[in-house]
């Protein structure tokens, strides 16, 4: 079945920097690679996603890629707030599975610093 | 508000007795599933619901039963509660799922303990 790993488990950056958090999966037949967003004490909410006919795609200060050959997609935050610190989740979705699964990675914990 | 939620938030248990974790979604969605959220181990899959009586397993359904005799309900049970189900259960629920996609709405989470 599929499987997605997330790099780095945590990542600290100051306030204005740029952070980049990095997926892999491994289901070829993925098609589907959304990215959620935890904050404390609350349930994971969407924030960006991608399909796999498309390469990049911005959303103001997010933005997320995908290089389907290597099988790994990529969140990018620019210009970093405070607010933006929380947990973050990659996940992919395949054909296989009847698209009706969400696999998530582990999630890596952003902290920004002012 | 369209929202998914679910009861209790925490919970404190003993071994053995049965519980059950109530989710409910008002956005008339086809799709619900549960999730377990253990630290490094991320969001794992316990059962989904494509539709009305329509369940299936995820990938940690051991210890879990689910029904869905009604769209917006998803209850989780756990009929026998061990102390390696302790952890935070997340509800969600989509539009149904397939090549059109579906963002998935997750509830505010349940904290098990089970002592």
């Known amino acids: 079945g599929e499987n997605v790993e997330q790099h780095p488990s945590t990542l600290s950056v100051q306030e204005g920097d740029s952070a980049v958090i990095k997926c892999t999966y491994s289901?070829?037949?993925?098609?589907?690679f959304p990215w959620y967003k935890q904050e404390l004490g609350k349930g994971p909410q969407l924030i960006i996603d991608?399909?796999?006919?498309?390469g990049e795609k911005k959303d103001q200060r997010i933005a997320v890629t995908l290089n389907k050959t290597a099988k790994h997609f990529s969140l990018h935050i620019t210009e970093t707030q405070p607010e933006d610190s929380a947990v973050y989740f990659c996940?992919?979705?395949?054909?296989?599975?009847?698209?009706?699964?969400?696999?998530f990675g582990t999630g890596t914990r952003l902290l920004v610093s002012p | 508000e369209a929202q998914v939620t679910q009861n209790p938030r925490y919970l404190i248990t003993v071994t053995g007795k049965k519980l059950t974790v109530t989710c409910s979604q008002n956005?008339?969605?086809?799709?619900m599933s549960w999730y377990r959220q253990d630290p490094g181990l991320g969001l794992r899959q316990i059962y989904y619901?494509?539709?009305?009586?329509?369940?299936d397993k995820g990938d940690v359904p051991e210890g879990y039963k689910v029904s869905r005799k009604e769209k917006r309900n998803f209850p989780l049970i756990l009929e026998s509660p061990s102390p390696n189900q302790t952890s935070l259960y997340f509800c969600?629920?989509?539009?149904?799922?397939?090549?059109?996609?579906?963002?998935?709405?997750f509830g505010p989470g349940t904290r098990l303990t089970v002592t």
């Open positions: 996940a992919a979705r395949s054909v296989n599975t009847g698209f009706q699964k969400l696999v």
């Open positions: 289901d070829s037949a993925s098609n589907y």
């Open positions: 956005m008339n969605h086809e799709y």
């Open positions: 619901s494509m539709n009305v009586e329509v369940t």
């Open positions: 991608i399909r796999s006919n498309v």
């Open positions: 969600a629920s989509s539009p149904a799922l397939g090549l059109a996609g579906g963002e998935q709405y």
